[in-house]
């Protein structure tokens, strides 16, 4: 069975978040797209444009975060994919945390318009992110 074309999408996208392409990760998505990250930490919020979450994850970078994405499978239409991850958060001060996000894209004309992540226990990610 062929991989649905959003599939492959996401797939490509975290294989480029993991390998540093922001470039190539951010082909995946519209320039307005919307970007929901949960939360109440300082890098929690909604995100209006490819400009802002680029601009979001300088600021993660910059603060010496590091996430990594495994993903345990991707479920593709025409019109959203939901990613089921297991995400994997290191602070500056080498702190890790490692927990299930479920992520919903939702896709137009092919790129992801619109993003939202859940996470497994979100007030232990507030607390490690600050």
């Known amino acids: 069975m062929t991989a649905h074309p959003h599939e492959v999408l996401?797939?490509?996208?975290?294989?480029?978040?993991?390998?540093?392409?922001?470039?190539?990760?951010?082909?995946?998505f519209t320039d307005d797209t919307v970007w929901h990250v949960p939360g109440?930490?300082?890098?929690?919020?909604?995100?209006?444009?490819m400009d802002a979450v680029r601009a979001r994850m300088d600021r993660i970078a910059a603060a010496g975060i590091r996430f990594d994405f495994d993903p345990h499978d991707v479920l593709?239409?025409?019109?959203?994919?939901?990613?089921?991850v297991s995400l994997?958060?290191?602070?500056?001060?080498?702190?890790?945390?490692d927990q299930q996000q479920v992520q919903v894209w939702h896709f137009?004309?092919?790129?992801c318009a619109e993003y939202w992540a859940m996470n497994q226990d979100q007030a232990v990610l507030d607390v490690l992110l600050g």
């Open 10 to 28: 996401v797939r490509v996208a975290f294989r480029a978040y993991t390998d540093g392409d922001l470039d190539a990760f951010a082909a995946g």
């Open 40 to 49: 109440t930490n300082r890098f929690a919020g909604r995100f209006d444009g």
């Open 76 to 84: 593709a239409n025409d019109e959203h994919a939901v990613a089921l």
């Open 88 to 97: 994997h958060v290191t602070n500056a001060a080498g702190q890790r945390y």
């Open 108 to 111: 137009r004309d092919g790129r």
